[in-house]
């Protein structure tokens, strides 16, 4: 059984960088495709990056792009979200996610298998 683990939340201030990591077990890393979402009082869960199997197509949020990379290591079978010039609006809880697909997947739907989501607060 596929398995996702967030680590690397917490508290940080307006400005502020954190890198979240996902790595995942019970399964062939390689296949599958990742992605990180959000998801905070008022909104749904929505895309925050997403990227391939291979790691050579990658995804972001309009509200994102310059500010945040998304990168895997499929030797360590783990998945990052470096987070840069954070803004309050970023506070969230973060969900990884995985597909076993050969495309890359933007939207929640496809994705079976989550995290149990971890806590980022901005602070302004």
């Known amino acids: 059984q596929v398995q996702l683990a967030e680590s690397g939340g917490g508290l940080v201030q307006t400005g502020g960088s954190l890198r979240l990591s996902c790595t995942v077990s019970g399964g062939t890393f390689s296949l599958y495709g990742l992605a990180w979402f959000r998801q905070d009082p008022v909104n749904g869960r929505d895309v925050v990056a997403a990227?391939?199997?291979?790691?050579?197509?990658?995804y972001y949020a309009d509200s994102v792009k310059g500010r945040f990379t998304i990168s895997r290591d499929n030797a360590k079978s783990t998945m990052y979200l470096q987070m840069n010039g954070m803004k309050p609006e970023d506070t969230a809880v973060y969900y990884c996610?995985?597909?076993?697909?050969?495309?890359?997947?933007?939207?929640?739907?496809?994705?079976?298998?989550w995290g149990q989501g971890i806590q980022v607060t901005v602070s302004s």
């Open positions: 996610a995985a597909v076993q697909s050969s495309r890359l997947r933007v939207t929640k739907d496809p994705y079976g298998y």
């Open positions: 990227i391939s199997r291979s790691g050579g197509d990658t």
